[in-house]
């Protein structure tokens, strides 16, 4: 019993069974979890060593190299990057893009062991490395908790009430804050009274800290239970330090007490220098990261999220405030609803199309089928945790043409045999019979165009897996339902008698007549190709050529770079005047910046700054996507003459790529000022390409260096060292840590400080030895002061020294500003050990295109075995492969006339087109053989099978074309729907023509012939 026969005669429980099908797609549908991008596993981790007083070379050698030595042991390594700067080491694992992300908490198991080894070979002064593995942490939501009237101390509270309240809310993973500018106390000890107290340095310092230790009280047995006795070692306020009493040979008070606030000044004051700052519309702020849980419906948890953030906004006090940064389940409804748009768009094209040239009776039953495959391929991805977002949701309209192909060929047969006289129950029963094999192994082979996708490990392919997801579930279960309901429809709504004439029209005449020369000349026919491909040849050269699009969300950001050694206030100052440049605009909603640091990781394709006092960034957003053209370009202008020694550069977020510049050329080697001699060479050739815009590379300017050079025979006499200056210097600068003082739920560094922090005059600094309550101006150890510069950043990959040269592009494609440049680039001379590798985005371009064309022999050998599995035969799957190359005339041609680049999304769907004209081709040779079967002639067997499959792939490949126009104006998707749109129609066309004259060409008395083995449904 065939489905067809069962469908027709369970008819209560099939359609029983699609009610309940329809009602839990429609739960689906919102039960789904709703992103704006779909998720993909960034499998890096940073390990993070601070070196304190160390220089970056130094930093390298001792720390950075040691580590990376120790890690490459790691089997799953792909590639080391490490940024050592004057004391922090940071190296950054990428593994292999074949580990899974089951497989990565292992990995990072391993990985924090390897460190633990390492730790015994660092030097003492090292700290414990860190080692960071939550870069997969995406914050979609950023709020700002802001107000100039409040003290950092303040808003920093209320952010704290509004992270637990937040915390609550079902869905939420973690809620982190950025930009607090934290506390310390600084005790500041005027050298004439720690002088007149009696006390040394060394005595304040002993004596502070074993008054401020966390001591264990223990406890006593009472009767049946037992006390606990409350520790009280730790320092609580600040009166109570002030209050502290110290042992001193000179001291009046208490027989040599000396209370510490009577020879100390001690002030509670924000962190200085502060490692990051954080400012919503030019007021101070401190902003929280939201990040929620995998597979959350986003848009739902955006109703709980406003409800906290009205209900904490109604307690703050006058002059306090909350902004939104970014908001994740707005744009997650706004792609959404824009692709339902489009979904439904497509929808009423392909039912129009049907309507107009298969009748109200079959366009419907076509339409309800192809409603049942989105309905039962929603619950698939229920089931599967397949989310809905910008990738599955394209996929459904890219598939949706697709979805209608099994039911147009089965009604389209059904009436055939109802105008042979055949009754309903056995037009439907016997049209299932025939194509039920034949459909499912074209179905398969259309699946089977997606897998290189499944098969590669890149991040692009990642990205774009649930294209592979939907359409392979959607055209399985578009299969079935063609096999079950679509007959059974067929047999409830087509009339015998009632079918379209079966007259052909003039233009079925004239194709005819056009199609028979072709079947009898099959060699002229072949030949009329050769201009066709030649033309296509001509015109690939003028189509342009981008990887990966930027995203048409409405937000651009501003990275901002003062030269390098910057101070944090000098760069907020900076960032607070383009504040007020962009509060003028108004194409800008609203702006957040974050001085420091990089803004928190809001998007995975955005890997967040590191560390640097001389940088800052600006998430800006803006009223609608046009508007960032023109902000910009008067930007740059702005900038460049307001901050000429700067290096600012504006961004918009990119699409499954994560490179830093579109265009990258990296030098590798040992020495330093060769590696910025190369680079220098590439950035002047950049800058001449008027196309590329900010020019630079990574390792920025030379930071400048304080060096004391020390008098050795004066120090020698004075009883001071290195250690006794380095210390004065400290003290002066950012301060000695003490301790700690707990506030709260926080605890508070303790710093002593020097009352001489006037760097003009540093050699009137006191300076003492340890045990010595005397001291003397530095001057009279210190020779002078010289100011050198100091190579502050040194970037290696895979352990070597490499500088990048980078460059973004305006008015151009990256490829084309790489390929002007690139002859240029490559003629530079490299001394003996040194190497070239080009970067950025032609970097990730070549490898997902070289992983996605490797993994494609993979499905191409697969379509074959299953043509082969059909007939049994070698020739009928050479033809029906023969008309695979058709589709690039129409490719080239699709691609020039919407004037879309060739990118990897066009790639993908190239390949894709592969298995949908194999589809095609399936169909029109299984209706040869059939004809053949049958008895007639070779050359009437072939005309007769192609007029009568005409209408079946014509249908098929016009609603998957047609339906794809919607996609046409969209970032990710223009450049697939133009090429499939184009490769489709012209590859259904000129197969038409094509197979039958390969097929009489290779089967014609002539050849070699054999009795074609045929498949028997």
Known sequence: MNLATFALRQRTFVLFFTVLCVIAGLYAYFDLGKLEDPTFTVKTAAVVTLYPGASAEEVEQLVTDKVETRLQEMGSLWKLRSLSQPGLSTVMVDLKESVSSEALPQQWDLLRRKINDVSLDLPPQAQLSLVMDEFSEVYGMLFAVYGDDLSMAELKQHAKTLQRQLNTVDGIKKVALHGVVEQEINLVLPPERLAASGLTLADVVTQLNSHNLNVDGGGFDMDTRRIRIAQSGRFESVAELENLMLKSSLGELGHGLVRLGDIADIQLEEQRPALNRSRYNGHKAVVLAVSPTEGINVVSLGEGLNQVLAQFESTLPLGANVGVVAFQPDEVDKSINNFVSNLLQSLAIVVGVLLIFMGWRSAAIVGISLLLSILLTLIYMNLTGVDLQRVSLGAFILALGMLVDNAIVITDLVQAKLRQGLDRFEAAQQSVAEMAWPLLGATVIAILGTTPTLFSQTDAAEFSLSVVQVIASSLLLSWLVAMTITPLMCWAFLKAGKAEDATPGAVAQQFTSVLRWSVQNPKKT????????????????????????????AMVFLDYWAPNGGRIEQTADDIAKIEQWLAERPEVRNFASFIGAGAPRFSVTVEPEGRDSAYGQILINTHDFDAIASLVKDGDAWLAQHFPDAEPRFRSLKLATKDKFSVEARFSGPDPQVLKALSAQAEAIMKAQPNARYVRNDWRQESPLLVPILNPEQARLAGITRFDVARTLQLAADGLPLGQLRQGDSLVPIKLRSDHTDMAHLEALPVRALLSPVSLPLGQVVDRFEVQGEQSLIWRRDRVRTITAQADVRNATPAEVRNAIAA???????????????????????????????????????????????????????????????????VIGGLGLFGKPFGFMAIVGVISLSGMIIKNGIVLMDQIELERRQGKPLDDAIVDATLNRTMAISMAALTTALGMIPLLTDQLFDQMAAAIIGGLVVASVLSLLIMPALYRLLFSPSAQQTQPELHHA
């Open 824 to 890: 240029d680039i490559e003629a530079i001379p490299l001394p003996p050990g040194y190497q070239f590798q080009w970067g950025g985005e032609y970097y990730d371009e070549k490898r997902a295109v070289d992983d996605i064309l490797k993994q494609t022999p993979k499905a191409l050998l697969l379509m074959f075995i299953v043509l082969m599995a059909m007939f049994s035969a070698y020739r009928q799957p050479l033809i029906i492969f023969g008309t695979v190359p058709l589709a690039m005339i129409g």
């Open 526 to 553: 072949l030949a009329g190709l050769l201009p066709l491909l030649a033309l296509a040849l001509f015109a690939l050269p003028f189509i342009k050529v981008n990887f990966i699009p930027t995203s048409d969300r």
